[in-house]
C-alpha cells in the first residue's frame, strides 16, 4: 500500500536528500553547533524570521493607530500620516498588518508544532516499530496526504464556526502532519538497521531510550526541515481561510485586510496600497522560512549548494566546465598531454581537483 | 500489475475514509444549522429532498449511528448528495456538475503545462550548475512563497482593466450561452487566460527545484560518468541518462502534490469569479450552505484520487522496475 519511499523522500525542495548523518562526531562539534548560519541563505532567512518574530511581539504596541479606529480619510493612498494609506473605513493599514502580524504568527508556528510533534509521534514509531504498526501509520499518513487538504481545512473550520485563532491552528496541524511523518518513516527505517543502533538494542537499552537517545538527534535536521515548511502551509492556509471569510473573527491577520480589500473592490478603485503590503508580508515570510530550509537542507547535503562559477579557462585557451562527478586531473608537469594549470581557488562543491602524481596514468 | 492494484486497492481505501470523514464534520457542528436552513425553506421543498437532508446531516436522532451511516452509503450509490440553499431548487450534484468541467479544464491543463515546463526548466538548472538558470531560483523561491489568490490580485489589478484585453472576473462574456461555437469558445479562451497564467507562476517554481534537485543527484551517478566516457554528446546524456532517471521521482512528486496544487487553484478561481468548483466553494461557505460544501468536498476528494491513479499509471509505464514482479 506504500509508494516505494525511497525516490519520493527526495522530490520537494526542504525535505531534499539527508546525507547520511555521522554518528562520530568530530571532536570540536561545539565550535560547529552554528556553521549552519554561517550559509548565506540561512542566516537571511534567519535574519528576516527574527524580524517578523520581533514584530510579533510589539507589533500591537508600535502600530501608530488602533486598527479599527474609524477616521475621516476614506481610501487615502500612503501619507506621512498614514504610511500604507487606509481603508474603505478610514482605518490605518500600517497598523492592521502590525496587528495582524501576532496571530498570524502564533498560529503558523503552534499549528506548525503541532503537526511536527504528530510526524514524530507517527513517523518514527511506523518506521522503528514496523510490522503492523508501520502497515496501519504508513496508511493513515498516505491517506492524509492524498486527501486535498485545503478544502478539507474549509469544510471543518466552516463547520465549527465558533472557534478563534486556537482552533484554526489545532484544524491546521492536524491536517499537515503527513508529509513530515513519511519523511521520517524512511529516514528511521533506514537509521534502524544501523550498527550502533543494533549494538544499543543488543546491550539491551528499551525501545523508548533507543528512539529518545539514539535516533531523534539524528533526525533533528529533517524535523527541523519539515517544522520550517509545515509553518509555511500553516501561514498560508490561515491566510487563506481568513481571505475567503471563515475561521478569524477575532482579530486582524493578514488574509482579513487582503478579505476586505478584495470585498470592497479595492482593486476596482486602485487602491494598491490596500492589498500590496499585505500580500508582500506573506511572502517575505515564506521566503525566509523556505531559505532557512535551503540552509538546512545544503547543511546535510552540500551537493545541493548552487555552484559558484563552474567555468575554467585552462592555459591552452579552452573552457571547461566543473561538474559533479568529474574528477578533472590537472597535472604540475608541462606533461605534453594537458595544458591545464592546478586551480586550488575554484568553490565548486563537489568537484574536487585532484593533482596527478608524476608517472602514474 | 500487483502494483497496479495495490495502488487501486489503497484509493478505494482513501475514498471510503473520505467519505467517511464527510459524513462525521457535519455530525459534529454545534447546534444545527442545517435545520435552521431547512425550517427556512420548509414550505417550498418536497419531503423527499427533507428526507435527504435529513439523512446526510443526521438531524433523525432517533436512528443509531450506524443506520445513519449505512443511509448514507445507500443515498451516495444514487448520486443524491442533498439540495443546495444558494441555488435553491437544484440539487447539489447539478450544482456541481455545471461547475466541474470549468474546474477540469483551467487545472488539468495548466497543471500538466507547468509540469512538464517546471520539469524542463528544472533539467536545465541542474545540468548546467553555475550558470544563469540557478539565478532563477531565488526568484522562483519568492514566487512560490506568495499565495496563489494573491497574485491573482495583484495581475488582474496590473493586467485587468476596463479596456484590457484580459477580463478580469467571470468565465465567458456574460451575454453568450455555453456551446461548442465560434463565440463561446473564443471568449471563454480569453477568460481562462489570466487564470491559468497565475496558476502557472505560482506553481511553475516547486517543479523547477524539485527536478533540479532530483538532477544534481543522479549527475553524479556512476552511469553518467560512463555515458560521458562514451563519448556521447553532452544533450544526449542530460536527456536520455540523466534528466530520465531524474524524471521518476518527480512524477510520485507530482501525484503527491495533487491535492496541495488543487487547493491553490480553487482560489485562484475565487479571485477571478471563476464558474468552477472553487468559486461554488466560496459562495458555498459565505451563504453557509453545508450540503454544497460538503457534496464540493467529496467530489474535489474523489477528483484528486482518479488523477493520482493516473499518474500512477504513467509512472507503472515509466518505470520498468514496477513491472518486473508480473
Do not use: C
Amino acid at each position: 500500500m506504500t509508494i516505494p519511499t525511497s525516490s519520493v523522500e527526495q522530490v520537494i525542495p526542504g525535505q531534499g536528500a539527508m546525507a547520511q548523518p555521522d554518528p562520530a562526531r568530530p571532536a570540536k562539534a561545539k565550535r560547529q553547533r552554528f556553521r549552519f548560519i554561517a550559509n548565506k541563505k540561512a542566516f537571511t532567512g534567519v535574519v528576516v524570521l527574527g524580524l517578523y518574530i520581533l514584530f510579533a511581539i510589539i507589533g500591537p504596541w508600535v502600530a501608530p493607530y488602533d486598527p479599527d479606529a474609524r477616521s475621516e480619510d476614506l481610501v487615502q493612498p500612503p501619507s506621512g500620516a498614514h504610511w500604507l494609506g487606509t481603508t474603505h473605513l478610514g482605518q490605518d493599514v500600517l497598523s492592521q498588518i502590525l496587528d495582524g502580524t501576532r496571530t498570524v504568527m502564533v498560529v503558523g508556528l503552534a499549528a506548525g508544532a503541532m503537526a511536527t510533534i504528530l510526524s514524530v509521534l507517527i513517523g518514527v514509531t511506523a518506521g522503528y516499530l514496523g510490522g503492523g504498526w508501520d502497515d496501519s501509520l504508513s496508511a493513515l499518513s498516505n491517506v492524509f496526504l492524498v486527501i486535498p487538504a485545503l478544502p478539507l481545512i474549509i469544510i471543518v473550520t466552516a463547520a465549527a464556526p465558533s472557534g478563534g485563532a486556537v482552533l484554526v491552528a489545532l484544524i491546521i496541524g492536524f491536517t499537515s502532519w503527513a508529509w513530515n511523518a513519511r519523511v521520517l518513516r524512511a529516514q528511521t527505517l533506514s537509521l534502524r538497521r544501523r550498527d550502533y543502533i543494533e549494538a544499543s538494542r543488543a546491550n539491551g537499552e528499551k525501545t523508548w531510550r533507543i528512539i529518545l537517545f539514539e535516533i531523534l538527534p539524528n533526525l533533528t535536521a529533517i524535523i527541523a526541515s519539515g517544522f520550517v515548511g509545515t509553518v509555511i502551509f500553516a501561514v498560508t492556509s490561515e491566510i487563506t481561510l481568513a481571505f475567503i471569510g471563515i475561521g478569524a473573527d477575532s482579530g486582524w491577520n493578514w488574509g482579513t485586510i487582503l478579505f476586505w480589500a478584495q470585498s470592497q473592490q479595492a482593486l476596482a478603485q486602485g487602491a494598491w496600497w490596500w492589498f500590496v503590503p499585505a500580500g508582500l508580508a506573506i511572502a517575505f515570510l515564506g521566503t525566509a522560512l523556505s531559505l532557512i530550509n535551503f540552509g538546512i537542507d545544503e547543511f546535510v547535503s552540500p551537493r545541493l549548494r548552487s555552484a559558484g562559477k563552474t567555468k575554467v579557462k585552462t592555459a591552452s585557451g579552452r573552457t571547461v566546465r566543473m561538474r559533479v562527478g568529474f574528477t578533472p586531473v590537472l597535472s604540475n608537469s608541462s606533461a605534453p598531454h594537458t595544458h591545464a594549470k592546478p586551480i586550488p581557488a575554484v568553490t565548486t562543491a563537489a568537484a574536487t581537483p585532484v593533482l596527478k602524481k608524476e608517472g602514474s596514468q | 500489475m500487483k502494483y497496479l492494484i495495490q495502488r487501486i486497492l489503497f484509493y478505494v481505501f482513501t475514498a471510503w475514509a473520505a467519505i467517511t470523514l464527510n459524513f462525521f464534520i457535519p455530525r459534529m457542528i454545534p447546534g444545527d444549522p442545517v435545520k435552521a436552513l431547512l425550517s427556512r425553506f420548509q414550505g417550498q421543498m418536497s419531503s423527499d429532498a427533507i428526507e435527504s437532508l435529513y439523512i446526510l446531516f443526521g438531524l433523525d436522532k432517533d436512528k443509531s449511528l450506524w443506520q445513519q451511516y449505512l443511509d448514507y452509503w445507500v443515498q451516495l450509490f444514487h448520486g443524491d448528495l442533498g439540495l443546495s440553499f444558494t441555488a435553491f431548487p437544484s440539487p447539489v450534484s447539478e450544482v456541481i456538475s455545471d461547475a466541474l468541467p470549468w474546474t477540469l479544464g483551467l487545472v488539468g491543463v495548466t497543471t500538466i503545462i507547468s509540469f512538464f515546463l517546471g520539469t524542463g526548466l528544472g533539467v536545465l538548472a541542474g545540468w548546467r550548475r553555475g550558470s544563469w538558470v540557478d539565478g532563477l531560483l531565488p526568484a522562483t523561491t519568492f514566487l512560490s512563497s506568495v499565495p496563489y489568490f494573491w497574485l491573482g490580485l495583484l495581475a488582474i489589478f496590473l493586467l485587468a482593466g476596463p479596456d484590457s484585453f484580459f477580463p478580469s472576473s467571470g468565465g465567458y462574456e456574460p451575454g453568450l450561452v455555453p456551446a461548442w461555437d465560434q463565440y463561446f469558445i473564443p471568449s471563454a479562451l480569453q477568460h481562462s487566460l489570466l487564470p491559468a497564467l497565475t496558476i502557472l507562476i505560482s506553481s511553475v517554481s516547486g517543479w523547477i527545484l524539485s527536478m533540479r534537485n532530483m538532477m544534481v543527484t543522479v549527475s553524479a551517478e556512476d552511469y553518467i560518468t560512463v555515458a560521458h566516457a562514451k563519448g556521447l554528446s553532452d544533450r544526449r546524456v542530460a536527456l536520455s541518462y540523466a534528466a530520465r532517471n531524474a524524471l521518476l521521482p518527480n512524477v510520485s512528486g507530482f501525484a503527491l502534490s495533487l491535492g496541495f496544487i488543487v487547493g491553490g487553484t480553487l482560489l485562484v478561481e475565487i479571485v477571478f469569479s471563476y464558474p468552477g468548483l472553487g468559486f461554488l466553494l466560496f459562495r458555498a461557505v459565505t451563504a453557509k450552505d453545508y450540503p454544497l460544501m460538503q457534496g464540493i468536498f467529496l467530489v474535489i476528494t474523489i477528483s484528486v484520487l482518479v488523477a493520482n491513479l493516473i499518474a500512477d499509471i504513467a509512472y507503472l509505464l515509466l518505470d520498468p522496475r514496477t513491472r518486473k514482479e508480473g
